[in-house]
């Protein structure tokens, strides 16, 4: 079924120490995987994407991974910063049905 | 500005009402979409739009119409509110389908009372 699980749900990490957020999916045909951050009170943002014939991907201070064998993606956010704190969510593509479907969401803390 | 626009971003309203949410992009995207999000965070789609054609209809109750009267606009309209209905509706755009990400609006608030 569509289905993308997200863990932590929450994760509380000190400045400038690394935040890992971990994802499976269960369609092997996914091959778009986008990730997004939502500040309070705002929309989800998308922060970066990776797609299925790449491994990794980074863009300053985050990174994603892929490990389309068992179905894994992972969100690495290095040398966190008080603005960071936010609930990231994964994604993947459905891709017979043309839609996205949402992990649960981490809600990250920075403590100073 | 581009962006995804919601209109409004709160709406307070008794059970029984019908409301209206509207939504309006200016990105040039020929996709528009509809999700909710529960006390939870939890997002969940609802319906999606290709140029003005309904291509994804999710199990939604019968309450809930989408309109779009042009591939930059996507209304939704809610007959005979429930308390259940109470969550934050998001509007998002893309391009091409959902293979390049969603841009989403900043949320309405609904709250049933």
């Known amino acids: 079924g569509e289905n993308v699980e997200q863990h932590p749900s929450t994760l509380s990490v000190q400045e400038g120490d690394s935040a890992v957020i971990k994802c499976t999916y269960s369609?092997?045909?996914?091959?778009?995987f986008p990730w997004y951050k939502q500040e309070l009170g705002k929309g989800p943002q998308l922060i970066i994407d990776?797609?299925?014939?790449?491994g990794e991907k980074k863009d300053q201070r985050i990174a994603v991974t892929l490990n389309k064998t068992a179905k894994h993606f992972s969100l690495h956010i290095t040398e966190t910063q008080p603005e960071d704190s936010a609930v990231y969510f994964c994604?993947?593509?459905?891709?017979?049905?043309?839609?996205?479907?949402f992990g649960s969401g981490t809600r990250l803390s920075i403590r100073p | 500005d581009t962006a995804v626009s919601q209109t409004p971003k709160y709406l307070v309203t008794q059970m029984g009402n019908d409301k209206s949410i509207k939504c309006e992009q200016n990105?040039?995207?020929?996709?528009m979409y509809w999700y909710k999000q529960d006390s939870k965070k939890f997002l969940k789609i609802m319906f999606s739009?290709?140029?003005?054609?309904?291509?994804i209809n999710e199990t939604v109750p019968n309450r809930f119409s989408p309109k779009s009267p042009d591939k930059a606009h996507l209304n939704l309209h809610i007959n005979s509110l429930e308390l259940g209905d109470s969550a934050v509706y998001f509007c998002?755009?893309?391009?091409?389908?959902?293979?390049?990400?969603?841009?989403f609006g900043s949320g309405t608030r609904l709250t049933v009372v």
């Open positions: 994604a993947a593509l459905y891709s017979s049905a043309s839609k996205i479907i």
């Open positions: 990105l040039g995207h020929d996709t």
């Open positions: 739009y290709n140029n003005k054609e309904l291509i």
């Open positions: 369609d092997s045909a996914s091959n778009y």
């Open positions: 990776i797609r299925s014939n790449v």
């Open positions: 998002a755009s893309s391009h091409g389908g959902a293979n390049y990400g969603y841009t």
